[in-house]
Nanobody, 117 residues
């Protein structure tokens, strides 16, 4: 069973930085992991993922500001967020999907990120 637990959220000023962590219980070598923020009233949207092949992808809204990485030995996924904007405010969910599948198979509980102006 794969379990995801996020941490690292908090309140930061605009233009500040924050790093989120997602600890994965179980092997993630064959998983694509990603980060989905969800603002109030909105659907979860993918902003960054890290494929099982080692490829990273970013939404245009965060490109150049956010960096996703992961340490397979520590079973941890990270999201380094720089130059934060108030519109980045959301609950950030860590996710994982299996290779060749498009549906997210596992979700974390979410961690709140609030960017003040």
């Amino acid at each position: 069973q794969v379990q995801l637990v996020e941490s690292g959220g908090g309140l930061v000023q605009a233009a500040g930085s924050l790093t989120l962590s997602c600890t994965v219980s179980g092997s993630m070598f064959s998983l694509t992991t990603g980060w989905y923020p969800q603002a109030p009233g909105n659907e979860r949207e993918l902003v960054a993922d890290f494929t099982s092949a080692g490829i990273t992808n970013y939404a245009d809204s965060v490109k150049g500001r956010f960096t996703i990485s992961r340490d397979n030995f520590k079973n941890t996924v990270y999201l380094q967020m720089n130059s934060l904007k108030p519109e980045d405010t959301a609950v950030y969910y860590c996710s994982a999907r299996r290779r060749f599948e498009t549906i997210v198979a596992y979700w974390g509980q979410g961690t709140q990120v609030t960017v003040s102006s």
